[in-house]
């Protein structure tokens, strides 16, 4: 299977999703941004069920999210989530994400988050392997000035 960038995740909205005003939580657009995410490392062979000997780039932690709610997603429904890999640095990794509409119309948010690599037993930023390298390096579209 072939990975395109942008990674594109269709996610479904329900009604547990929604606040008070019908309109979707704030705090859902990272769960769909991560379940995406999971969904992009998934196609690339990266799986968390794997052994750390297997993959041991599952071994990271989130360093930092960014967000920006533009126009509210009132209801149920479906969003898109896109992911463009904008940065892979040497134990960083950069993913810029859109949650649009599913014909990609109007877009509801858009953020980064940065992920860092760390070593199992030291807990230290260490080198992403190369296998994650050479997986992810062609995805990444530097972000328009």
């Known amino acids: 299977m072939t990975v395109l960038s ?4 269709v996610q479904r909205v329900y009604f547990d999703d929604l606040d ?5 939580h ?12 999971g969904e992009l490392f998934n196609a690339l062979g990266f799986h968390w069920q794997d052994d750390l000997e297997h993959n041991p780039d599952k ?26 890999p904008s940065k892979l640095g040497s134990s960083s990794l950069v ?3 859109r949650v649009r509409s599913p014909h990609g ?8 988050t940065r992920l860092v690599r760390l070593d199992p037993l030291t807990n230290k930023p260490c080198p992403w392997s190369e296998r994650f390298r050479k997986a992810l390096q062609p995805l990444v579209k530097t972000p328009a000035a």
């Open 95 to 97: 993913i810029d994400a």
């Open 59 to 84: 071994w990271h932690v989130i360093a930092e999210h960014g967000i920006r709610y533009l126009v509210p997603f009132r209801g149920e429904g479906e969003i898109l989530v896109e992911l463009t």
């Open 20 to 24: 008070a005003l019908n309109i979707l």
């Open 26 to 37: 704030n705090v859902r657009y990272l769960l769909f941004i991560e379940r995406a995410r």
């Open 6 to 9: 942008p990674f594109r995740s």
């Open 105 to 112: 119309d109007i877009v509801f948010a858009d953020g980064a």
